[in-house]
């Protein structure tokens, strides 16, 4: 249940009233909310006068949940940066999987400035499957990043592997990326909720939709309301290809959910030849962004170079998601 408390509720009877009712206080942009375990569905006689509106959940999808806002949130990165709310933007997202040295990010950032994409990724702290593949340049990378984002005026989105450096991470990046490895990491959920910064959380491959949308509610139970999700591929019976992507799954969230939803192409099928076809299969979803690996030269790639896009061929894929934008209503950013 969310318990949207009267503005000018007494705080020593709204920390009584959460206390008594096991629930989270969260101050939101335009209110003080009670969020309780989900199984209570009727509000005591004598919490009712601090009551605003009361919004009983089915399920621990709370703050997430289209019953609390009805419309997607809006998240801003700049005056021109706007994704989810009351815009139909689609934002992609582009870059190699890993920050690889200053020649190869300046190339990837000079792709987007060409094509007047926004937002540079590019991981620093990778998560790798083997012990003996390459782990990121780590803070080097992180600091190469911040200094061609500012360079070229692009927002950066990188990720975050382990609680060691989060904090760096939540300092340097424009939006926070959530691995799908460690999605579940509380400490990371924990310390990504008490920043105010933009969070992608990337869906676990072997995650329900509840347990993913839940991952969410630790961060925006915690008091960050700027959370987007993305799905990137589950692990199934198929091995021809790497995951597979849960467009049903997207479905739900667009439905379900009041967070904005961005698609991963790149790590779902992981194979280059694939990504072109699924993007622009994600884009016909109308979702709220696109995240798509690119590389110079994928074939010397240290991380995930069997899926990047060579420049030309993202070039490529990028015109021809614009009639789908404008087919489905979106505005391709
Ligand atoms: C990545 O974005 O490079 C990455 C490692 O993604 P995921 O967490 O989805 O595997
Ligand atoms: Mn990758």
Redesign the pocket.
Known sequence: MIIELKKNTDKKFAETASKELSAIMVETKTSTVLVTPSKLKKLDEKFQAIAEKVIVTEDDIQLAGKKYLSQTRQIKLAENICIGGKTTNTVVITGP?SVESEEQITMSAELCISLGVKILRA?AFKPRTSPYSFQGMGMEGLILLKKIGKKFGLKIITEVRDSTHVNDIIEFADIIQIGAKSMYDHGILKSCAKAKKPVLLKRGFGTTLQEFVQAAEFILSGGNENVILCERGIRTFETKTRFTLDLCGVSYLKEFTNLPVILDPS?AIGYAYGVPDLARACMAMGVEGLLI?THPDPSVAK??ASQQLNHQQFSELYQSLKPIAAAVGRNLI
Request: charged share 35%; net charge negative; glycine share 16%.
């Open positions: 999987c991981g790590h690996e991380s995930d």
